[in-house]
């Protein structure tokens, strides 16, 4: 059958992001979903699961350009950028965007504080990328410190919630920031506009909302979950679910792109989440329980402290032993390159309902 029209598209089963990892064990390199030829891609990445994913070697090969060119970035604009150089692709995914468009980047990656404010006052960037939680680090910090980072104008955000509260601090700083939702598998999806109002999917990308579970497309303006279609000779996609709840929103954006637009994040449809920017998933968890024969159930509860993803592992012990409470902290960070704190709790304490990962963070 021709794959001519979304009903057409309906019909042909769902993948799941979650299924990568073992897909790709079961036909190493890159499961049959690219091609095995890896010397013919400029990067390959190691994400959370593990996920192995190649870059194009082709300029913006993660569709970012359009985000930033939407969000004011342009030529001789200084960029600091924040998202992660290190084995995931999230900093390649912004650098090539902003480079695409005329921008100097600055590769900063995450964290070290101290330094990135004195790179914003000597470079004085007039851009971030990066989460919206490390961009607020960063002016309270330099508040503290009475460090001047008032360069930064405008800024795009992603990987991490950005909840109206963030928001309006951010703005009154005098920042533009707007918020872009990309993956590492894609690139990025779909990005806000100077309208604010739903996030528009990028070119090149098609997106159905579906009822988790089924595959079935959603009536408009229901909350389903995310399933993209890329066409990407380099990371072709068909039907790949990626987890996330979202809704298509009706009409066009009053900026005058007339493609579709989702309402942005609305939540997990399965309980693998986002954490500073990093999938955190059921396996991982389970895999901190194996390397800690004295643990029984565990969950991993996700809460917002401060404006910021915070994480802790509840862990039912016949041990309370603070030994063990720091041994498991350790081999948490360790396995999701996060840190958290860790709760050692009576045998029994935990429901009894195969939760591994609880998302408590209000995304309203």
Known sequence: AQMNSRAALATL???????????????????????????????????????YEPEGKH?????????????????????????????????????????????????????????????????????????????????????????????????????AAFPPSLQATIKARGIEAYQAYAIADVGVIAYESLAREGLIVNEDVLIEVVRPGTGTPV??????????????SDRPWIRLAIGDLSAILPGISPCGRTNTRIKGWMGRADQTTKVKGMFVRPEQVADVARRHRELKRVRLVVTRTGEADAMTLRAESDSHDPALQRAVSETLRSITKLGGSVELLAVGSLPNDGKVIDDCRDVR
């Open 13 to 51: 089963p769902v993948l799941r992001k979650s299924d990568l990892p073992a897909l790709q064990r079961g036909r190493p390199p890159l499961g049959g979903f690219s091609s095995d030829e890896l010397q013919r891609f400029g990067r390959l990445f190691v994400s959370p699961g593990p996920i």
């Open 59 to 159: 300029d913006d090969a993660w569709r970012a350009s359009r985000a930033l060119h939407a969000a004011g970035f342009t030529g001789g604009d200084i960029v600091l950028n924040t998202f992660s150089y290190h084995l995931v692709p999230g900093g390649f995914i912004m650098d090539g965007g902003a480079r695409c468009l005329g921008c100097t980047v600055i590769p900063a990656g995450p964290g070290n504080t101290e330094q990135q404010l004195d790179i914003i006052e000597q470079l004085r960037p007039v851009a971030y990328t990066g989460t919206p939680d490390f961009l607020k680090i960063l002016l309270d910090a330099g508040d503290a410190a009475r460090r001047d980072v008032s360069s930064i104008k405008k800024a795009v955000v992603s990987g």
């Open 219 to 232: 009536a408009e303006g229901e909350v389903g979950e995310v399933v993209v279609t890329s066409f990407d």
